[in-house]
Protein backbone atom coordinates (compact mmCIF):
# COMPACT_ATOMS: atom_id res chain seq x y z
CA UNK A 1 0.00 0.00 0.00
CA UNK A 2 0.99 3.69 -0.41
CA UNK A 3 2.20 5.15 2.58
CA UNK A 4 1.54 8.56 1.07
CA UNK A 5 -2.73 8.26 0.43
CA UNK A 6 -4.36 9.79 3.11
CA UNK A 7 -6.85 8.31 5.30
CA UNK A 8 -10.26 8.50 4.48
CA UNK A 9 -12.92 8.20 6.77
CA UNK A 10 -16.28 5.93 6.89
CA UNK A 11 -18.01 8.23 4.54
CA UNK A 12 -15.81 6.76 1.47
CA UNK A 13 -17.81 3.84 1.63
CA UNK A 14 -20.84 4.97 1.46
CA UNK A 15 -19.65 7.02 -1.85
CA UNK A 16 -18.27 4.35 -3.40
CA UNK A 17 -21.45 2.10 -2.43
CA UNK A 18 -23.35 4.67 -4.68
CA UNK A 19 -20.97 5.31 -7.16
CA UNK A 20 -21.40 1.63 -8.06
CA UNK A 21 -25.01 1.48 -7.64
CA UNK A 22 -25.11 4.22 -10.22
CA UNK A 23 -22.77 2.04 -12.72
CA UNK A 24 -25.14 -0.75 -12.55
CA UNK A 25 -27.47 0.89 -14.81
CA UNK A 26 -24.92 1.75 -17.08
CA UNK A 27 -22.63 -1.60 -18.16
CA UNK A 28 -21.20 -0.51 -21.18
CA UNK A 29 -21.98 -3.48 -23.67
CA UNK A 30 -18.65 -4.82 -23.92
CA UNK A 31 -18.40 -5.86 -20.07
CA UNK A 32 -21.58 -7.22 -20.43
CA UNK A 33 -21.30 -10.46 -19.87
CA UNK A 34 -18.56 -9.77 -17.36
CA UNK A 35 -21.35 -7.86 -14.98
CA UNK A 36 -23.65 -11.05 -15.40
CA UNK A 37 -21.02 -13.31 -14.23
CA UNK A 38 -20.16 -11.18 -10.90
CA UNK A 39 -24.05 -11.50 -10.32
CA UNK A 40 -24.39 -15.33 -11.13
CA UNK A 41 -20.89 -16.67 -9.40
CA UNK A 42 -22.06 -16.50 -6.21
CA UNK A 43 -25.17 -17.64 -6.19
CA UNK A 44 -24.49 -20.36 -8.40
CA UNK A 45 -21.66 -21.46 -6.20
CA UNK A 46 -23.97 -21.32 -3.10
CA UNK A 47 -26.29 -23.51 -4.78
CA UNK A 48 -23.78 -25.96 -5.88
CA UNK A 49 -22.54 -26.59 -2.51
CA UNK A 50 -25.50 -27.07 -0.93
CA UNK A 51 -26.92 -29.39 -3.40
CA UNK A 52 -23.45 -31.41 -3.42
CA UNK A 53 -23.85 -31.49 0.37
CA UNK A 54 -27.36 -32.71 0.22
CA UNK A 55 -26.04 -35.28 -1.77
CA UNK A 56 -23.75 -36.42 0.83
CA UNK A 57 -26.29 -36.00 3.55
CA UNK A 58 -25.48 -38.42 5.58
CA UNK A 59 -21.93 -37.86 5.69
CA UNK A 60 -22.46 -34.27 8.02
CA UNK A 61 -23.77 -37.05 10.55
CA UNK A 62 -20.94 -38.53 11.08
CA UNK A 63 -19.85 -36.92 14.40
CA UNK A 64 -20.96 -37.92 17.55
CA UNK A 65 -21.07 -34.58 18.75
CA UNK A 66 -24.22 -34.02 16.58
CA UNK A 67 -26.32 -35.70 18.93
CA UNK A 68 -24.78 -34.21 21.97
CA UNK A 69 -25.69 -30.68 20.07
CA UNK A 70 -29.23 -31.63 19.59
CA UNK A 71 -29.53 -33.02 23.06
CA UNK A 72 -28.50 -29.53 24.83
CA UNK A 73 -30.94 -27.71 22.10
CA UNK A 74 -34.04 -29.68 23.57
CA UNK A 75 -32.53 -29.13 27.14
CA UNK A 76 -32.74 -25.69 26.40
CA UNK A 77 -36.24 -26.19 25.03
CA UNK A 78 -37.43 -28.17 27.78
CA UNK A 79 -35.52 -26.01 30.91
CA UNK A 80 -36.46 -22.48 29.22
CA UNK A 81 -32.98 -21.63 29.87
CA UNK A 82 -28.97 -22.62 28.71
CA UNK A 83 -27.31 -24.80 32.19
CA UNK A 84 -24.40 -23.73 33.81
CA UNK A 85 -24.16 -27.03 35.30
CA UNK A 86 -23.14 -30.53 33.06
CA UNK A 87 -26.75 -32.00 32.95
CA UNK A 88 -25.72 -34.92 31.30
CA UNK A 89 -22.81 -37.11 32.48
CA UNK A 90 -22.65 -39.70 35.24
CA UNK A 91 -18.57 -38.56 35.79
CA UNK A 92 -18.92 -34.57 36.24
CA UNK A 93 -22.79 -34.14 36.78
CA UNK A 94 -23.30 -30.99 38.50
CA UNK A 95 -19.93 -29.63 37.66
CA UNK A 96 -19.92 -26.23 36.73
CA UNK A 97 -20.17 -25.86 32.75
CA UNK A 98 -21.32 -22.77 30.21
CA UNK A 99 -23.01 -24.23 26.83
CA UNK A 100 -21.01 -21.64 24.70
CA UNK A 101 -22.80 -22.85 21.44
CA UNK A 102 -25.90 -22.74 22.26
CA UNK A 103 -27.46 -20.64 19.76
CA UNK A 104 -26.38 -23.18 16.97
CA UNK A 105 -27.57 -26.01 19.43
CA UNK A 106 -30.88 -25.10 19.65
CA UNK A 107 -31.26 -24.20 15.91
CA UNK A 108 -30.28 -28.33 15.40
CA UNK A 109 -32.51 -29.18 17.80
CA UNK A 110 -35.89 -27.21 16.28
CA UNK A 111 -34.32 -28.42 12.90
CA UNK A 112 -34.34 -32.01 13.69
CA UNK A 113 -38.10 -31.00 15.41
CA UNK A 114 -39.39 -29.51 12.23
CA UNK A 115 -37.71 -32.03 9.38
CA UNK A 116 -36.15 -34.84 10.95
CA UNK A 117 -32.12 -35.60 10.18
CA UNK A 118 -32.62 -34.11 6.91
CA UNK A 119 -33.90 -31.01 8.22
CA UNK A 120 -30.44 -30.85 10.45
CA UNK A 121 -28.08 -31.23 6.72
CA UNK A 122 -29.97 -29.32 5.34
CA UNK A 123 -29.11 -26.40 8.06
CA UNK A 124 -25.51 -27.31 8.02
CA UNK A 125 -25.60 -27.32 4.52
CA UNK A 126 -27.00 -23.92 4.22
CA UNK A 127 -24.52 -22.65 6.46
CA UNK A 128 -21.49 -24.03 4.17
CA UNK A 129 -23.38 -23.01 1.25
CA UNK A 130 -23.32 -19.23 2.37
CA UNK A 131 -19.96 -19.52 3.27
CA UNK A 132 -18.86 -20.32 0.05
CA UNK A 133 -21.11 -17.90 -1.67
CA UNK A 134 -19.43 -14.72 0.52
CA UNK A 135 -16.36 -15.69 0.16
CA UNK A 136 -16.48 -15.96 -3.79
CA UNK A 137 -18.29 -12.70 -3.45
CA UNK A 138 -16.15 -11.17 -1.54
CA UNK A 139 -12.77 -12.18 -4.12
CA UNK A 140 -14.93 -11.40 -7.01
CA UNK A 141 -14.17 -7.65 -5.88
CA UNK A 142 -10.25 -7.87 -6.63
CA UNK A 143 -10.06 -10.70 -8.90
CA UNK A 144 -11.14 -12.37 -11.82
CA UNK A 145 -13.60 -15.10 -12.47
CA UNK A 146 -11.23 -17.67 -12.71
CA UNK A 147 -8.46 -17.36 -9.98
CA UNK A 148 -11.68 -16.72 -7.98
CA UNK A 149 -13.21 -19.94 -8.61
CA UNK A 150 -9.53 -21.86 -8.10
CA UNK A 151 -9.35 -20.36 -4.81
CA UNK A 152 -12.89 -20.92 -3.89
CA UNK A 153 -12.37 -24.60 -5.07
CA UNK A 154 -9.10 -24.82 -3.00
CA UNK A 155 -10.83 -23.37 0.34
CA UNK A 156 -13.93 -26.15 -0.43
CA UNK A 157 -11.04 -28.99 -0.64
CA UNK A 158 -9.59 -27.55 2.56
CA UNK A 159 -12.50 -27.30 4.40
CA UNK A 160 -14.45 -30.75 3.34
CA UNK A 161 -13.47 -32.91 6.15
CA UNK A 162 -14.63 -30.56 8.85
CA UNK A 163 -18.22 -29.94 7.02
CA UNK A 164 -20.38 -31.69 9.26
CA UNK A 165 -23.91 -31.13 11.20
CA UNK A 166 -22.08 -28.77 14.59
CA UNK A 167 -21.71 -25.50 15.35
CA UNK A 168 -19.13 -23.92 13.81
CA UNK A 169 -20.54 -24.83 10.04
CA UNK A 170 -23.35 -21.85 11.48
CA UNK A 171 -20.55 -19.44 12.52
CA UNK A 172 -18.53 -19.61 9.57
CA UNK A 173 -20.11 -17.65 7.32
CA UNK A 174 -20.05 -14.71 10.01
CA UNK A 175 -16.12 -14.96 9.94
CA UNK A 176 -15.81 -14.76 6.28
CA UNK A 177 -17.98 -11.84 6.56
CA UNK A 178 -16.50 -10.40 9.67
CA UNK A 179 -12.88 -11.10 8.50
CA UNK A 180 -13.63 -9.58 4.76
CA UNK A 181 -15.01 -6.48 5.96
CA UNK A 182 -11.97 -5.66 8.23
CA UNK A 183 -9.23 -6.48 5.39
CA UNK A 184 -11.79 -4.70 3.20
CA UNK A 185 -11.56 -1.37 5.40
CA UNK A 186 -7.93 -1.55 5.84
CA UNK A 187 -7.36 -1.61 1.93
CA UNK A 188 -9.53 1.32 1.71
CA UNK A 189 -7.93 3.31 4.67
CA UNK A 190 -11.05 3.52 6.69
CA UNK A 191 -12.57 2.09 9.90
CA UNK A 192 -14.62 -0.83 10.16
CA UNK A 193 -18.29 -0.45 9.84
CA UNK A 194 -20.29 -0.20 13.34
CA UNK A 195 -22.72 -2.69 11.36
CA UNK A 196 -20.43 -5.29 12.16
CA UNK A 197 -21.03 -5.27 16.01
CA UNK A 198 -24.17 -7.50 15.48
CA UNK A 199 -22.41 -10.07 13.77
CA UNK A 200 -20.09 -10.75 16.68
CA UNK A 201 -22.64 -11.06 18.98
CA UNK A 202 -24.32 -13.46 16.85
CA UNK A 203 -21.08 -15.19 16.36
CA UNK A 204 -20.49 -15.05 19.85
CA UNK A 205 -23.80 -17.20 20.88
CA UNK A 206 -23.23 -19.59 18.28
CA UNK A 207 -19.57 -20.68 18.44
CA UNK A 208 -16.57 -20.41 20.60
CA UNK A 209 -14.22 -18.74 17.53
CA UNK A 210 -15.51 -15.83 18.02
CA UNK A 211 -12.26 -15.08 20.05
CA UNK A 212 -10.65 -15.26 16.54
CA UNK A 213 -12.59 -12.73 15.68
CA UNK A 214 -11.76 -10.72 18.11
CA UNK A 215 -7.73 -11.16 17.93
CA UNK A 216 -8.30 -10.71 13.90
CA UNK A 217 -9.69 -7.00 15.03
CA UNK A 218 -5.98 -6.56 16.94
CA UNK A 219 -4.36 -8.01 13.89
CA UNK A 220 -6.16 -5.87 11.48
CA UNK A 221 -5.91 -2.70 13.77
CA UNK A 222 -2.04 -2.90 13.40
CA UNK A 223 -1.82 -3.25 9.53
CA UNK A 224 -3.89 0.26 9.54
CA UNK A 225 -1.74 1.90 12.14
CA UNK A 226 1.74 0.48 9.93
CA UNK A 227 -0.09 1.57 6.52
CA UNK A 228 -1.39 5.10 7.95
CA UNK A 229 0.36 8.34 7.33
CA UNK A 230 2.53 9.40 10.57
CA UNK A 231 -0.51 12.76 10.84
CA UNK A 232 -2.91 10.54 10.95
CA UNK A 233 -1.77 7.60 13.37
CA UNK A 234 -3.74 8.88 16.67
CA UNK A 235 -6.75 8.94 14.44
CA UNK A 236 -6.70 5.95 13.46
CA UNK A 237 -5.84 4.00 16.23
CA UNK A 238 -8.58 6.21 18.52
CA UNK A 239 -11.29 4.69 15.70
CA UNK A 240 -9.76 1.25 15.56
CA UNK A 241 -9.47 0.57 19.49
CA UNK A 242 -13.10 1.91 20.02
CA UNK A 243 -13.76 -0.31 17.46
CA UNK A 244 -12.01 -3.07 19.39
CA UNK A 245 -13.73 -2.39 22.79
CA UNK A 246 -17.38 -2.06 20.90
CA UNK A 247 -16.66 -5.62 19.53
CA UNK A 248 -15.81 -6.95 23.08
CA UNK A 249 -18.85 -5.70 24.47
CA UNK A 250 -21.12 -6.75 21.79
CA UNK A 251 -18.94 -9.95 22.28
CA UNK A 252 -20.49 -10.68 25.65
CA UNK A 253 -24.16 -10.03 24.96
CA UNK A 254 -24.90 -13.61 25.31
CA UNK A 255 -26.28 -15.41 28.25
CA UNK A 256 -22.85 -16.17 30.48
CA UNK A 257 -21.17 -12.66 30.15
CA UNK A 258 -17.84 -12.15 29.81
CA UNK A 259 -17.09 -15.84 30.95
CA UNK A 260 -18.00 -17.14 27.28
CA UNK A 261 -14.28 -15.70 26.35
CA UNK A 262 -12.45 -17.43 28.85
CA UNK A 263 -13.67 -21.35 27.31
CA UNK A 264 -10.95 -20.75 24.27
CA UNK A 265 -8.63 -20.91 26.84
CA UNK A 266 -9.63 -23.70 28.91
CA UNK A 267 -9.53 -25.32 25.71
CA UNK A 268 -6.46 -24.54 24.64
CA UNK A 269 -4.88 -25.11 28.26
CA UNK A 270 -5.90 -28.80 27.58
CA UNK A 271 -2.47 -29.48 25.81
CA UNK A 272 -1.98 -33.39 26.12
CA UNK A 273 -5.70 -34.08 25.70
CA UNK A 274 -6.27 -32.42 22.58
CA UNK A 275 -3.66 -34.57 20.84
CA UNK A 276 -6.24 -37.94 21.46
CA UNK A 277 -9.12 -36.24 19.59
CA UNK A 278 -8.35 -36.71 15.80
CA UNK A 279 -9.31 -32.87 15.00
CA UNK A 280 -7.38 -31.50 16.96
CA UNK A 281 -3.80 -33.28 16.19
CA UNK A 282 -1.24 -31.83 13.87
CA UNK A 283 -1.47 -32.61 9.74
CA UNK A 284 -0.27 -35.75 9.05
CA UNK A 285 2.39 -35.68 6.26
CA UNK A 286 2.94 -39.71 6.23
CA UNK A 287 1.11 -39.28 2.65
CA UNK A 288 0.23 -37.29 0.22
CA UNK A 289 -2.89 -35.64 0.32
CA UNK A 290 -5.05 -32.45 -0.14
CA UNK A 291 -3.54 -30.07 2.47
CA UNK A 292 0.01 -30.74 1.18
CA UNK A 293 -1.40 -30.49 -2.72
CA UNK A 294 -2.61 -27.00 -1.97
CA UNK A 295 0.20 -25.72 0.30
CA UNK A 296 3.26 -26.45 -2.05
CA UNK A 297 1.19 -25.40 -5.18
CA UNK A 298 0.39 -21.95 -3.29
CA UNK A 299 4.29 -21.86 -2.21
CA UNK A 300 5.30 -22.90 -5.75
CA UNK A 301 2.86 -19.91 -7.41
CA UNK A 302 4.54 -17.68 -4.86
CA UNK A 303 8.23 -18.53 -5.95
CA UNK A 304 7.55 -19.12 -9.58
CA UNK A 305 5.98 -15.77 -9.69
CA UNK A 306 7.58 -13.54 -7.32
CA UNK A 307 4.99 -12.75 -4.59
CA UNK A 308 5.38 -10.03 -2.89
CA UNK A 309 3.19 -9.29 0.34
CA UNK A 310 2.88 -6.28 3.12
CA UNK A 311 4.67 -7.45 6.30
CA UNK A 312 1.46 -7.58 8.85
CA UNK A 313 -0.46 -9.63 5.30
CA UNK A 314 2.84 -12.00 5.55
CA UNK A 315 1.94 -12.55 9.38
CA UNK A 316 -1.52 -12.96 9.20
CA UNK A 317 -0.89 -15.56 6.30
CA UNK A 318 1.76 -16.92 8.32
CA UNK A 319 -0.58 -17.23 11.44
CA UNK A 320 -3.35 -19.35 9.75
CA UNK A 321 -0.86 -21.45 7.99
CA UNK A 322 0.55 -22.14 11.63
CA UNK A 323 -3.18 -22.92 12.97
CA UNK A 324 -3.62 -25.67 10.24
CA UNK A 325 -0.28 -27.26 10.58
CA UNK A 326 -0.64 -27.34 14.46
CA UNK A 327 -4.48 -28.85 14.49
CA UNK A 328 -5.92 -30.43 11.27
CA UNK A 329 -9.61 -28.85 12.35
CA UNK A 330 -8.05 -24.97 11.50
CA UNK A 331 -7.39 -26.02 7.84
CA UNK A 332 -11.03 -24.45 7.09
CA UNK A 333 -8.65 -21.02 8.57
CA UNK A 334 -6.30 -21.56 5.82
CA UNK A 335 -8.50 -22.64 2.76
CA UNK A 336 -11.15 -19.60 3.62
CA UNK A 337 -8.96 -16.93 4.70
CA UNK A 338 -5.90 -17.00 3.25
CA UNK A 339 -7.36 -15.96 -0.40
CA UNK A 340 -8.87 -12.82 1.66
CA UNK A 341 -5.47 -11.58 2.74
CA UNK A 342 -3.98 -12.06 -0.31
CA UNK A 343 -6.91 -10.75 -2.66
CA UNK A 344 -5.92 -7.00 -3.03
CA UNK A 345 -2.08 -7.78 -2.65
CA UNK A 346 -1.75 -10.67 -6.06
CA UNK A 347 -4.72 -7.98 -7.37
CA UNK A 348 -2.01 -4.99 -7.42
CA UNK A 349 1.02 -6.95 -8.97
CA UNK A 350 -0.98 -8.91 -11.41
CA UNK A 351 -2.98 -7.69 -14.53
CA UNK A 352 -4.15 -11.12 -15.18
CA UNK A 353 -5.37 -11.70 -11.58
CA UNK A 354 -6.80 -8.19 -10.87
CA UNK A 355 -10.71 -7.56 -11.77
CA UNK A 356 -11.92 -5.06 -14.07
CA UNK A 357 -12.92 -2.01 -11.90
CA UNK A 358 -15.64 -0.69 -14.34
CA UNK A 359 -17.53 -3.78 -13.95
CA UNK A 360 -20.29 -3.77 -11.60
CA UNK A 361 -22.97 -6.09 -11.22
CA UNK A 362 -26.31 -6.33 -12.75
CA UNK A 363 -28.62 -5.92 -9.88
CA UNK A 364 -31.65 -7.24 -12.27
CA UNK A 365 -29.32 -10.42 -13.04
CA UNK A 366 -28.47 -10.60 -9.63
CA UNK A 367 -32.07 -11.00 -8.43
CA UNK A 368 -32.75 -13.96 -10.96
CA UNK A 369 -29.83 -15.65 -10.04
CA UNK A 370 -31.11 -15.24 -6.14
CA UNK A 371 -34.29 -16.59 -7.42
CA UNK A 372 -33.35 -19.54 -9.24
CA UNK A 373 -30.82 -20.48 -6.55
CA UNK A 374 -33.49 -20.49 -4.36
CA UNK A 375 -35.55 -22.70 -6.65
CA UNK A 376 -32.17 -25.28 -6.80
CA UNK A 377 -32.13 -25.15 -2.95
CA UNK A 378 -35.74 -26.16 -2.64
CA UNK A 379 -35.89 -29.06 -4.92
CA UNK A 380 -32.65 -30.56 -3.75
CA UNK A 381 -34.35 -30.77 -0.25
CA UNK A 382 -37.53 -32.40 -1.36
CA UNK A 383 -35.76 -34.78 -2.40
CA UNK A 384 -33.41 -35.56 0.22
CA UNK A 385 -36.57 -35.48 2.40
CA UNK A 386 -37.65 -38.72 0.66
CA UNK A 387 -34.46 -40.63 1.13
CA UNK A 388 -33.96 -43.19 3.95
CA UNK A 389 -30.54 -43.05 4.38
CA UNK A 390 -30.69 -39.31 6.34
CA UNK A 391 -29.58 -40.40 9.12
CA UNK A 392 -26.30 -40.41 11.65
CA UNK A 393 -23.99 -43.83 10.89
CA UNK A 394 -24.37 -46.99 12.37
CA UNK A 395 -20.49 -46.83 14.17
CA UNK A 396 -21.21 -43.92 16.38
CA UNK A 397 -25.01 -44.90 16.78
CA UNK A 398 -24.87 -48.26 19.14
CA UNK A 399 -28.84 -48.48 19.21
CA UNK A 400 -28.65 -52.34 19.84
CA UNK A 401 -25.91 -52.89 22.20
CA UNK A 402 -28.03 -50.42 24.17
CA UNK A 403 -31.02 -52.30 24.24
CA UNK A 404 -29.19 -55.43 25.03
CA UNK A 405 -28.42 -53.56 28.48
CA UNK A 406 -30.82 -54.02 31.92
CA UNK A 407 -30.16 -50.10 33.17
CA UNK A 408 -31.47 -51.08 36.12
CA UNK A 409 -30.01 -53.96 37.26
CA UNK A 410 -26.08 -53.48 35.84
CA UNK A 411 -25.47 -49.98 37.13
CA UNK A 412 -22.97 -47.06 35.58
CA UNK A 413 -21.59 -47.73 32.25
CA UNK A 414 -18.28 -47.21 31.49
CA UNK A 415 -18.77 -46.02 27.18
CA UNK A 416 -16.63 -45.56 24.67
CA UNK A 417 -15.97 -41.76 24.15
CA UNK A 418 -17.48 -42.32 20.57
CA UNK A 419 -20.54 -43.00 21.87
CA UNK A 420 -20.92 -40.60 24.27
CA UNK A 421 -23.12 -38.45 21.74
CA UNK A 422 -25.80 -40.79 21.38
CA UNK A 423 -26.38 -41.77 25.27
CA UNK A 424 -26.77 -37.78 25.73
CA UNK A 425 -29.50 -38.32 23.11
CA UNK A 426 -31.37 -40.98 24.60
CA UNK A 427 -30.74 -40.04 27.91
CA UNK A 428 -28.39 -42.24 29.28
CA UNK A 429 -25.57 -41.14 31.54
CA UNK A 430 -21.95 -42.01 29.40
CA UNK A 431 -18.94 -41.92 30.88
CA UNK A 432 -17.58 -39.21 29.05
CA UNK A 433 -18.38 -37.14 25.57
CA UNK A 434 -17.38 -34.70 23.20
CA UNK A 435 -16.86 -31.61 25.53
CA UNK A 436 -13.41 -32.09 26.49
CA UNK A 437 -13.41 -28.66 28.12
CA UNK A 438 -15.41 -30.33 30.82
CA UNK A 439 -13.97 -33.34 31.94
CA UNK A 440 -10.40 -31.55 32.25
CA UNK A 441 -7.07 -32.91 30.48
CA UNK A 442 -6.34 -35.12 33.25
CA UNK A 443 -9.71 -36.79 33.80
CA UNK A 444 -9.52 -37.71 29.81
CA UNK A 445 -5.81 -38.51 29.74
CA UNK A 446 -6.21 -41.15 32.37
CA UNK A 447 -9.33 -42.48 30.23
CA UNK A 448 -7.69 -42.86 27.17
CA UNK A 449 -4.48 -44.32 28.23
CA UNK A 450 -6.45 -46.81 30.27
CA UNK A 451 -8.92 -48.07 27.82
CA UNK A 452 -5.89 -48.98 25.93
CA UNK A 453 -4.22 -50.45 28.50
CA UNK A 454 -1.08 -47.90 28.18
CA UNK A 455 -1.65 -48.32 32.37
CA UNK A 456 -3.63 -51.42 33.34
CA UNK A 457 -3.85 -51.18 36.37
CA UNK A 458 -5.40 -47.83 36.30
CA UNK A 459 -8.27 -49.16 33.90
CA UNK A 460 -8.80 -51.87 36.87
CA UNK A 461 -8.96 -48.84 39.20
CA UNK A 462 -11.15 -47.06 37.55
CA UNK A 463 -13.63 -49.93 37.35
CA UNK A 464 -13.61 -49.98 40.87
CA UNK A 465 -13.91 -46.34 41.40
CA UNK A 466 -16.43 -45.55 39.30
CA UNK A 467 -18.44 -48.74 40.56
CA UNK A 468 -19.03 -49.67 36.88
CA UNK A 469 -21.01 -52.64 36.15
CA UNK A 470 -21.33 -52.30 31.78
CA UNK A 471 -19.04 -51.61 29.62
CA UNK A 472 -19.94 -50.13 25.75
CA UNK A 473 -16.87 -50.08 24.16
CA UNK A 474 -15.92 -50.23 20.37
CA UNK A 475 -14.61 -53.70 19.26
CA UNK A 476 -11.65 -52.00 18.53
CA UNK A 477 -10.56 -50.99 22.43
CA UNK A 478 -7.61 -52.92 23.74
CA UNK A 479 -9.92 -53.28 27.13
CA UNK A 480 -12.46 -55.44 25.08
CA UNK A 481 -9.75 -58.16 24.87
CA UNK A 482 -8.71 -57.86 28.20
CA UNK A 483 -12.35 -57.84 29.79
CA UNK A 484 -13.12 -61.05 28.12
CA UNK A 485 -10.47 -62.62 30.31
CA UNK A 486 -10.96 -61.29 33.62
CA UNK A 487 -13.03 -63.57 35.21
CA UNK A 488 -14.92 -61.46 37.19
CA UNK A 489 -16.71 -59.86 33.32
CA UNK A 490 -18.45 -61.80 31.03
CA UNK A 491 -19.39 -60.68 27.06
CA UNK A 492 -23.46 -60.31 26.42
CA UNK A 493 -23.32 -58.59 23.79
CA UNK A 494 -21.87 -57.70 20.33
CA UNK A 495 -21.97 -56.67 16.96
CA UNK A 496 -19.72 -54.53 14.35
CA UNK A 497 -20.65 -51.62 16.07
CA UNK A 498 -20.39 -52.10 19.85
CA UNK A 499 -19.12 -55.01 22.51
CA UNK A 500 -21.62 -55.10 25.76
CA UNK A 501 -19.94 -56.51 29.09
CA UNK A 502 -21.33 -57.10 32.29
CA UNK A 503 -20.53 -57.95 36.04
CA UNK A 504 -20.93 -61.61 36.62
CA UNK A 505 -21.88 -60.42 40.20
CA UNK A 506 -23.08 -56.43 40.33
CA UNK A 507 -21.28 -54.48 42.28
CA UNK A 508 -23.39 -52.68 45.46
CA UNK A 509 -24.46 -49.41 44.67
CA UNK A 510 -22.09 -46.75 46.54
CA UNK A 511 -23.88 -44.39 48.76
Same mark, same amino acid.
Given at each position: ??????????????????????????????????????????????????????????????????????????????????????????????????????????????????????????????????????????????????????????????????????????????????????????????????????????????????????????????????????????????????????????????????????????????????????????????????????????????????????? /?? #??? &???? +?? *?????????? !? @????????????????????????????????????????????????????????????????????????????????????????????????????????????????????? /?? #??? &???? +?? *?????????? !? @???????????????????????????????????????
Amino acid at each position: MDRGLVWRGPQMGFARLFRLTDMSEHVVPGTRKLAVSHAAMPWLVAAGVYGLLMILGPRLLADPDTYSHIALGRWIFEHQGVPTVDPFSQTMRGEHWVAFEWLSQVIYAGALSLGGWTGVVAVAAAGAAATFGLLTRFLLREWQPVPVLIAVLAAFVLTSPHILARPHILAMPIMVAWVASLIRAIDERRTPSWHLLPLMTLWANLHGSFTFGLAMVGATACDALWNAPASQRFHVARHWVLFGLLALAAACINPYGPEMILVTFRTIALGQALQIITEWRPQDFSHLGAFEIIMLAGFGYALLRGVKLPV /LR #LVM &LFGV +LH *LALSQSRQAD !L @LGLLAPLFLARPLAEQFAAVAARRTVATDARFANWAAAGAGLVLLTVTGFAASRHDMMPPADITPANAIKSIDLAKNGPILSDYGFGGYMDFIGIAPFIDGRTELYGADFTVRYDRA /LK #LEN &LRDF +LR *LLAEYNIGTT !L @LSPQTPAVALLDRLPDWQRTYSDDVAVVHTRRVPLTPKK
